[in-house]
C-alpha cells in the first residue's frame, strides 16, 4: 500500500514539474485503427499553422495499438498556440491547444475523426466547453421537434404550417445559443482561444463597428498575443480606407530580419507592393528611384519599404540586385508565399504595383497613388505641407 502511495505521489510530482518546466504531453487513443481498406495508422504528425498560413510539421510519433504520444517542450513565454494532428488517414486533423500539462486526446475511429475529443488542460478545456453549448442547443432542438412530433404527428409536421413551426423553433434556438457562446467568450476574454474563435467563427457575422467592440473585450494581458494581433489586423482590414489605421503586417526583410510596419511608427512610410516579371512593376521601381532621392537625407522622417509578391527566395534577391534597389532608408520584405502573402491579402492588394503612403501615427494617407504623385505627396510633407489633413477623413 505504501509503495502505491509512493507511486502516486512521485507521478503527481512529475506531471507538476513537466507542468512548470513548460512540457505539453500530448496522449492520444484512437479507439478503431482501422480504415476502410483495412490498414491501421502508423504514423501521426503534430502540425502547425505560422504567420504566413504555411503548415510547419513539428514532430511525429509512431502508433502502437492505437495509442500515440507526443512530447513538446515549449519555450520560456511561449505563447499557447493552435496545433493540428494530421496522418488520421483522413483529410480532416484533430485540433488541440498546445501548452503545459497533459493533454488527452480520444479519436473513436479513422472513419469519425471528426468526433474527436480534447481535455486536460485549460485552454482545450475551456474550448471544449465553449462547443459544449453548441451541442447543447442542437439537443434542446431535437428534443423540441420531438415533442412537436408526437403530439401532432408525422404528417403534420411536413405540412406548410409544421415547417413553419420548426423553423421557428431552429431560429429561436440559433439566437438563444449564440448569445451564451458570445457571453462565454467575454466572460473568458483572458483564454487565447477566444480571440482564435472570434476571429474563425464570428468576425464574418459581425458589422464593422461591433467587430471592433469584440476586439475591445479581450483582456489586456493578451494584446501580445498572436492570436489578438491577428483579430485586430483583420478587423482593421474591413475597414480599410484613407485616415484609418493601417493592419500592423510581418515584413521579412533581405537582411533577414523580421519587423513589423509598426516598428516605423513615428516616420511616414512608403509601402510599394510588386511583383517579379511584371512589367508595370519594374517601371514602378525605376521611378521609385527618383523617390529614394528625395528622401535618402530624410530618413528620420520616411522610409521606403518595396513588399515583392514572390514565392522563390534566389529569384527575388537577384531581382533586388539587379534592379539595384535597396539602400540606407530604402527596405525589401518578402515572405516567400507570393500572391498568398497574407501582407498583401490584409491591405487588399490585388493587382501589382500598388502603393500605400502612411503618416507618423500607422494611418493610410493614400492607398493607391501612382508614384509619380507619391513624389510629389512626399516633397509636399517634407516641406512642411500636411496637404492629407484637408482631405475630410482626416478632419
Known sequence: MLHRILSTIVVAFICIAAS?????????????NSSADGKKIKKVALVRTDEFGKNVE????????GKYTFKRKLSKGEPVLRYTITGLGTDKGVELFVEPGDVVVNTPSVAQVECSSVSGTPTNDLYAAYEAIYKEGENEVSALIAVLEARNGKEWMESSEGKDVIKRIEAKEAIRTESNALKFLIEHNASPMTPLVIENEWLPKLTTAYADQMVNTIHIDLQNHPYYLSLRNKVLANDMKVGNEVPDITLPLSSGEVKKLSDFRGKYVVLNFWANGCAKSDAVIAEMKNLYNVVKDNQDQFIIISFALESDAAAWKAALESNGMGGDGWLNACDLVGTASPAAKLLGVDKTPRIVLIE????????????????????????GDLYYFDQAEYK
Do not use: H, P, W, Y
Not at 507618423?360 to 516641406?383: C, F, K, N, P, Y
Open 58 to 65: 513539428v514532430a511525429t510519433a509512431k502508433v502502437k495499438k
Open 20 to 32: 512548470a518546466q513548460g512540457i505539453c504531453v500530448i496522449n492520444g487513443n484512437i479507439a478503431d
Open 360 to 383: 507618423q501615427e500607422g494611418r493610410a494617407v493614400s492607398l493607391d497613388m501612382d508614384v509619380d504623385e507619391v513624389v510629389m505627396r512626399v516633397e509636399q510633407i517634407l516641406s
